[in-house]
Every structure is written in C-alpha cells, then in structure tokens.
C-alpha cells in the first residue's frame, strides 16, 4: 500500500520491497544526520501489520517463539522469531501489547505467511489474528518504532518531523549491525549467526528475539547448543565497499575469500561518514581480518558477531 507521505515535498520512492515508501527527500546525507542527532522520523508504512488479540495470547506467543510472552507488560516493545525444528529462522516480527492485544510488524509482504502460520497453530487458544492494514510503523531515534493509524500519517509527519527517507534509516541500521530479516539472512539462519541472541539471560530488548530463560520451543535445541558450546556454522560481518566506484552490489551477492565462495553481501548502504557499508553472512572459520570482494569490488570486515562464541560483541542500541 502505497504511502501517502510519498506526496510530501522532494519524496522519492524506493525500489523494490520498499517501493511504497520515500527512499529520501532530497537529501539522503541530510536525513541521516538528521536522524542521528535524534531528530526527525521514519515512514515505516510499507511493512506488513498484525494484530493478535484474545486472553490466551501472550501465552500462547511465549509457547511458540523464541522470546518470553509471559507477564509482558504493556507498552514493553519485544521482537520474537519463529524457528525450524532445526532451528533456522522462518519468521521474524516485532511489537507491543497494550494490555488487550499484540500489535506487531514484519517485513513487506512476509505478513500473510506469518499469519497462515499463527492461525494453523491456534488448536484450542483464545486468540485471534489478523492483519492491520490500518496500522502504520514508524520510527524515530528518541523512541524506536511505533505504530500510527493509516489516516493520520500526514498529521504525525507535521507534528514529528522533519521526514527522513528509509535510505537514512537503512544506513544507520546497518551502522549498528542489527541484521534485516530476508535480507540478511537467509533459509538456513541461526540466531546465534546474527546477534538475535543476547549475552546474558536477565538481558531483554526488542534488539534481542530471543530469550535464554523461558520454557521449551521448536527450535530451542539448536539455540541453545550453540550458545553453550559456541562455533557458529557462519557470523554476521559489517563491511566497508570500495568507495571509488559509484554503485553498490545487489543484495544476495557471492563474498569471495580467494577462490572460494565464502558468504553473501545482504543489505547496503551509503553512510554519511563511513561511506559504503554493508551487512554480510560469512562462514566462521574465515580470517576476521581477511579482505573479501564482492562483484568484483574488494571490501573489508569489521567483527560484529564473535566467531568463537556467536555474540553480537557491541550495544546494539
């Protein structure tokens, strides 16, 4: 659903998955410093909405997810995964309950599956599930995501701006190496690969979507083995491209190490002082100071994930 923000003056679209949102508004450099003083907002409209409702529902979420449901308390904003037997991560959202119901987003078009997925999963809980497609996710750096009616955006964006567009916001969000589901990841993800795993068990955040201290889940296993022993299979890297071409390589692009396919290149972006940057799945064992190429462009790593223990080894926040 196309955002009406895209009428506001200087918007230009995205491309893509986030083709229904501003790309920028001029001035991408700008928006991103904007956005980094603690300024402004980001029109996260193009992400699918759900709502899940009913008196059985928080309970229902914690036997399910990798996060802890359980006496969460309203406005608390959490993010959740859905694994695999084997552990891999099928899908991710993130949200907030208001005491009656468990508003969440997740990425554009992954609403429908993930809601098939929760409804075939109800057996004899109260709960519903639905999408919101009257529901919009915003962002802003004083307060992280939010959700506003469909109808008001324009009267939020009057009152929260200045706009920034969704390259500014993808540019400090892999800064911060906080990995994007589907793009950063892929079918046979962990989430101890990416730094959904937190260090410690009493450590809670929507940066973190699991939690190490709750009751059993598909996927649990997996989760916690790496954990205990450490060595996961791969490791989340940020990466700093060549800045002397004027281009950056498509998502799902080969990391190459030598001769050997080594990885992909999932998100990127360009920084207002890193330059080109980007997030990329490498397998463990490859040198942490090793220089990578990617599409023919040499680039370098910079650890995000520890390769021996498989935590995100700075504050995500």
């Given at each position: 659903?196309?955002?009406?923000?895209?009428?506001?003056?200087?918007?230009?679209?995205?491309?893509?998955?986030?083709?229904?949102?501003a790309a920028h508004y001029g001035s991408f450099n700008l928006e991103q410093r904007t956005l980094a003083s603690g300024e402004g907002f980001v029109d996260l409209s193009h992400r699918d909405v759900l709502r899940i409702a009913g008196p059985d529902r928080l309970t229902w979420l914690h036997s399910l997810t990798s996060q802890a449901f359980e006496g969460l308390a309203p406005g608390a904003w959490t993010s959740a995964l859905i694994l695999s037997p084997q552990g891999h991560v099928?899908?991710?959202?993130?949200?907030?309950?208001?005491?009656?119901?468990?508003?969440?987003?997740?990425?554009?078009?992954?609403?429908?599956?993930?809601?098939?997925?929760?409804?075939?999963?109800?057996?004899?809980?109260?709960?519903?599930?639905?999408?919101?497609?009257?529901?919009?996710?915003?962002?802003?750096?004083?307060?992280?995501?939010?959700?506003?009616?469909?109808?008001?955006?324009?009267?939020y964006a009057a009152a929260a701006g200045p706009a920034c567009g969704f390259w500014a916001f993808e540019a400090l969000r892999i800064e911060r190496g906080e990995p994007r589901f589907g793009v950063d990841t892929d079918a046979r993800t962990i989430p101890n690969e990416v730094g959904w795993v937190p260090g410690a068990a009493d450590v809670v955040g929507p940066e973190y979507a699991v939690h190490l201290d709750k009751g059993c889940y598909r996927g649990q296993e997996t989760v916690a083995r790496v954990h205990t022993l450490g060595r996961p299979p791969r490791r989340l890297v940020l990466l700093h491209l060549d800045g002397s071409e004027n281009r950056l390589p498509a998502a799902g692009s080969?990391?190459?190490?030598?001769?050997?396919?080594?990885?992909?290149?999932?998100?990127?972006?360009?920084?207002?002082?890193?330059?080109?940057?980007?997030?990329?799945?490498?397998?463990?064992?490859?040198?942490?100071?090793?220089?990578?190429?990617?599409?023919?462009?040499?680039?370098?790593?910079?650890?995000?994930?520890?390769?021996?223990?498989?935590?995100?080894?700075?504050?995500l926040r």
């Amino acid at each position: 659903m196309t955002s009406p923000l895209l009428s506001l003056p200087g918007a230009v679209a995205g491309d893509g998955a986030d083709a229904a949102v501003a790309a920028h508004y001029g001035s991408f450099n700008l928006e991103q410093r904007t956005l980094a003083s603690g300024e402004g907002f980001v029109d996260l409209s193009h992400r699918d909405v759900l709502r899940i409702a009913g008196p059985d529902r928080l309970t229902w979420l914690h036997s399910l997810t990798s996060q802890a449901f359980e006496g969460l308390a309203p406005g608390a904003w959490t993010s959740a995964l859905i694994l695999s037997p084997q552990g891999h991560v099928e899908h991710f959202f993130s949200g907030v309950d208001d005491g009656s119901s468990f508003l969440a987003w997740t990425e554009p078009g992954a609403g429908e599956a993930l809601v098939g997925y929760l409804e075939r999963m109800k057996f004899w809980s109260d709960v519903t599930v639905t999408l919101e497609p009257s529901q919009a996710s915003v962002w802003r750096p004083s307060q992280g995501y939010s959700f506003v009616p469909r109808e008001s955006l324009e009267t939020y964006a009057a009152a929260a701006g200045p706009a920034c567009g969704f390259w500014a916001f993808e540019a400090l969000r892999i800064e911060r190496g906080e990995p994007r589901f589907g793009v950063d990841t892929d079918a046979r993800t962990i989430p101890n690969e990416v730094g959904w795993v937190p260090g410690a068990a009493d450590v809670v955040g929507p940066e973190y979507a699991v939690h190490l201290d709750k009751g059993c889940y598909r996927g649990q296993e997996t989760v916690a083995r790496v954990h205990t022993l450490g060595r996961p299979p791969r490791r989340l890297v940020l990466l700093h491209l060549d800045g002397s071409e004027n281009r950056l390589p498509a998502a799902g692009s080969e990391l190459v190490f030598g001769e050997k396919t080594v990885g992909f290149l999932g998100s990127s972006a360009r920084h207002h002082e890193l330059g080109p940057i980007a997030l990329g799945l490498v397998k463990r064992n490859v040198p942490v100071d090793a220089q990578l190429v990617v599409d023919g462009m040499p680039v370098a790593q910079e650890v995000l994930v520890d390769p021996e223990i498989g935590l995100h080894i700075r504050p995500l926040r």
